[in-house]
């Protein structure tokens, strides 16, 4: 599939918007009790700040929060 997905008129995949525990986990090295710890965190903070709703499903936060919360820079590449 990797040829056919750099052929041309193929649109790429589209880069993931949200980040869930195992990419938290793999981040940051930590367990998962951890990892889901601080999705908790970082889910409350944005809906206390209105820039996300409650009805979201649990278990994922926007991905460029993630980012910028933890202080890591993804180089794309």
Same mark, same amino acid.
């Given at each position: ?11 790429? $995949?589209?880069?993931?918007? %949200?980040?869930? #525990?195992?990419?938290?986990?793999? %981040? ?7 990892? &889901? ?15 996300? #709703? $409650?009805? %979201? ?7 460029? &929060? ?12």
């Amino acid at each position: 599939m990797g040829t056919l997905a750099m052929a041309p008129g193929v649109i790429a $995949s589209t880069p993931k918007c %949200y980040i869930g #525990v195992e990419e938290v986990m793999e %981040y940051l090295g930590c367990k998962e009790n951890k990892a &889901y710890e601080l999705i908790r965190k970082l889910r409350k903070e944005l809906i206390n700040d209105g820039r996300l #709703v $409650s009805a %979201y499903p649990q278990g994922k936060v926007p991905r460029k &929060y993630f980012l910028e919360r933890c202080m890591i820079d993804e180089q794309e590449g």
